[in-house]
């Protein structure tokens, strides 16, 4: 149904009416933003990445620290899951150099596609006016493909140092040791995620303005736990769903192997966050502290769920052209591809939440509304290993 | 952190913003995402800018399977490793009397060979090239080779729990070969299902290796031979595998569900025929059968009656104009004019170096992999095809949609 507000936007030139569509969903963030303290430590954050889109102008950005570095000289052995998980992340370590890097990857290849190639659907895209001719499918797929890597890699470069910063803030003595192999885990994934896109696909977008949001926040957020919520949780949660629908749906033998031992890093990663949380926010901390933290949770993975619309392709393909970025919008969210990646991604972060206590009745009708409230059973990370988990997507797809 | 220290980040941010937007447009468009050069890669397929330089493999042994087939186990020169997918072929260049033949020959070893590969050859009747390799080719003799390519492939991943029913005829089983020793190595959990047709023991290729392996995995691999004259108390199957011959096969293979299988197969073509119809009249998805042709070696025409024609190549929204010279293939001419072009086998039976035609009238050399809709919305093999005249293309064109 059109109302007043959409007949005065239609007849506004296009790139007002993008410039009216990302405000009015920057809006619709700071509108979700229920306590002070949580709109405290994101709002400066939004703005920096949704208004200013900071990630963008410039090669580097800045993020102040203001968490402290705590130190124990008594060594003590404080946790024995985590030195357990120390041990695992000791074996588990592997060389990025001695993946099959000599495979050639032609991502234009319809016969063994890089990524799904239903992502952007033809015949939706069609009822918009969007035509692909011969190669420009694959061509599509290229990028989208590419977008999606390039958020990968970014969202690695803050896990690494996010990483450095939660080794640094952790309580436990054990947490801190296995901290390090995560920080080691993490340039890993930078190492071999930068590698396939500069040399395989030949295409790096930038960091989107969500994704900025949320690692600025807990960047420069003060307390530790938020850090852990922020990275463990929320962003490595994400990813182990992204990267598994990846893995699933990938037919190029290269990338298969390279997420098949991402796959299993980030299993661990996960599992790490919510030995730590689980404890602290069911009993270390006050019942409004833990509520500011369910909102900050639901923040982030608002942002998160907006963080997928691939703008960053739009803007490539269609900027100044009559394609308006809420029909693009329209299309990311109905194409089949892009639906079960949301829906992967989601399966595998909503059940951490719940695991470590951050899904009360309180704010469960929020998911529900943001329609996350399909996801809310399911398993959490410590009950499946990394290994489990590539096995299960194996037998999904096969 | 205080509010007052994001703040002033924020000013920080804004101004990077404003002398970002004041740049020119070439600048900021720059700003959604940065362009690579694709490192291009030797092994299965190469780019144009290797040209077509064949690579050079030595024969390190020499391995006399039966009395008409011969294994060569060849390694790089450079001892580099050498990566496969269990099923691919390589392309043999051989010069005999001083005229130039290229053959596909499959790989008959296993991928988790890293510094050797074997390929098998069976004697053709008046096969030039497979009676020559029969006859001259020795430990040491240096073979000039195009590929790994193909796509009737196997990708062994350990992670893997699957059940495999090869079907081999004859040399046929030259790639089933391959797939079979792969998948036992890599894959712990999946279980093969072979069955192998011969005229006669004497001709089935690999006779002691399947024995052997047989016994190495007696828990994962179950081996059948049928021989079309089989010796007086020959135990194994009876008959030439055609369609009733291998019903009968598949009803006495209890063990095997053919609902959770894949079938691997290669071999005569009426073989291949009857073998496809059952599994489809049992029920099978057709999916789930793969299947190698070996197609003769096309048959060149007489090169030297080619013109050169000006030449129009379209590769990934890029254009490249020029002439070709004359008794040059699409492919060679492409090269030459530097066009991004795409090749592996370089005889036709690959498929790696599909084009379609978008104007002009080509030749392509005849039998070649392209299926019949291929033929009729105009893609060629860029190979194996001479222009007749002025010729507009494009390389790896999306896929013909029916």
């Given at each position: ?65 203001s968490h402290s570095a705590h130190f124990n000289w008594a060594y003590p052995h404080d946790h024995p899951e985590m030195l357990e998980l120390y041990e695992r992340a000791k074996l588990g370590q592997w060389n990025g150099s001695d993946l099959p890097w000599h495979t050639s990857v032609d991502p234009l290849n319809a016969e063994i596609p890089v990524a799904p190639i239903d992502l952007i659907d033809l015949n939706i ?215 079960r990646f949301r829906k992967t991604m989601f399966t595998r972060l909503v059940p951490n939440i719940r695991e470590i206590g951050l899904l009360s009745d309180r704010i469960r009708p929020h998911y529900e509304q943001a329609g ?27 | ?402």
């Open positions: 149904m059109n109302t007043p507000l959409d007949s005065i936007r239609n007849i506004l030139p296009v790139h007002v009416r993008n410039r009216v569509d990302g405000l009015m969903e920057a809006a619709d963030i700071f509108a979700s933003m229920k306590s002070p303290s949580v709109m405290r430590a994101i709002a400066p954050s939004a703005v920096r990445g949704l208004l200013f889109s900071a990630g963008k102008h410039s090669d580097t950005s800045d993020m102040p620290a895209a069609k009822s918009m006016g969007i035509k692909f001719e011969g190669k420009e499918h694959m061509r599509m797929v290229h990028s989208m493909a590419s977008w999606m890597l390039s958020q990968f890699l970014h969202g690695e470069q803050g896990a690494l140092l996010a990483a450095a910063q939660v080794t640094e803030s952790v309580k436990f003595y054990d947490g801190k040791l296995y901290g390090a192999t995560q920080v080691m885990d993490e340039a890993r994934h930078v190492e071999v995620f930068q590698r396939y896109i500069t040399e395989k696909l030949g295409k790096m977008y930038h960091i989107n303005d969500n994704l900025f949001v949320i690692i600025d926040a807990l960047m420069t957020d003060s307390r530790w736990d938020l850090k852990f919520l922020g990275m463990q949780i929320m962003v490595e949660g994400l990813a182990l769903g992204a990267f598994g629908f990846l893995y699933q749906s990938t037919k190029e033998p290269l990338l298969k192997e390279l997420l098949k031992y991402v796959i299993q890093d980030e299993a661990r990663h996960v599992h790490y966050g919510v030995l730590a949380l689980k404890e602290h926010i069911n009993y270390g901390i006050s019942k409004s502290e833990r509520n500011e933290r369910e909102d900050w949770a639901y923040e982030v993975a608002l942002l998160m769920r907006n963080r997928f619309m691939a703008y960053e392709v739009y803007e490539e393909w269609y900027d100044g052209t009559s394609v308006t970025r809420s029909q693009w919008r329209e299309l990311i969210m109905n194409s089949p591809g892009m639906q996350l409230g399909i996801y809310f059973a399911g398993q959490a990370a410590p009950e499946v290993t990394g290994e489990q988990m590539v096995t299960e997507l194996d037998r999904e797809s096969a | 952190m205080s509010l007052l220290r994001k703040l002033s980040l924020l000013v920080v941010d804004l101004q990077k913003m404003l002398t970002n937007k004041m740049g020119s447009p070439q600048q900021r468009a720059k700003k959604t995402f940065r362009a690579y050069d694709i490192t291009p890669v030797v092994g299965s397929s190469a780019s144009s800018s290797e040209m077509m330089h064949p690579d050079i493999m030595q024969v390190v042994r020499v391995i006399r399977e039966t009395a008409d087939t011969v294994s060569l186990v060849m390694s790089r020169q450079d001892k580099h490793t050498i990566q496969f997918v269990p099923g691919m072929f390589y392309t043999v260049i051989a010069t005999i009397d001083g005229v130039e033949y290229r053959r596909a020959y499959s790989i008959s070893s296993a991928s988790t060979e890293a510094h050797t590969v074997t390929i098998t050859i069976k004697r053709v009747q008046d096969g030039l090239v497979s009676n020559w390799i029969n006859d001259h080719v020795l430990e040491g003799t240096l073979l000039r080779v195009f590929g790994p390519s193909g796509t009737f492939v196997l990708l062994p991943d350990s992670t893997q729990k699957r059940h495999i029913l090869l079907i081999g005829g004859g040399s046929g089983i030259t790639p089933l070969m391959s797939i079979c020793k792969s998948v036992l190595a890599i894959e712990s959990e999946s279980t093969i299902h072979l069955l192998y047709g011969n005229r006669s023991k004497e001709e089935a290729i690999f006779f002691d290796e399947f024995k052997r392996l047989q016994k190495q995995y007696s828990d994962r691999l179950t081996i059948r031979h049928v021989l079309e004259t089989p010796a007086a108390g020959w135990k194994g199957g009876k008959g030439r595998l055609d369609r009733s011959t291998f019903a009968q096969e598949l009803d006495h293979l209890a063990t095997l569900n053919i609902n959770d299988s894949t079938v691997y197969m290669c071999g005569p073509e009426p073989m291949m025929e009857g073998v496809r119809a059952e599994l489809l009249s049992r029920g099978m998805l057709a999916k789930h059968i793969h299947q190698e042709r070996f197609t003769p070696a096309p048959t060149h025409k007489n090169a030297l009656s080619y013109a050169p024609q000006a030449l129009i190549i379209h590769v990934n929204g890029k254009t490249w104009k020029g002439q070709s010279k004359p008794s040059e293939t699409l492919l060679e001419s492409g090269l030459a004019l530097s066009a991004d072009m795409q090749f592996s086998c370089t005889m036709g039976g690959c498929g790696r170096c599909r084009i379609k035609i978008l104007q002009g009238d080509v030749e392509m050399d005849e039998p070649n992999c392209l299926t019949a809709e291929e033929h009729t919305a105009r893609y060629a093999l860029s190979c194996i095809t001479r222009p007749l005249s002025a010729v507009e293309f494009e390389v790896a064109p999306p896929n013909v949609t029916l």
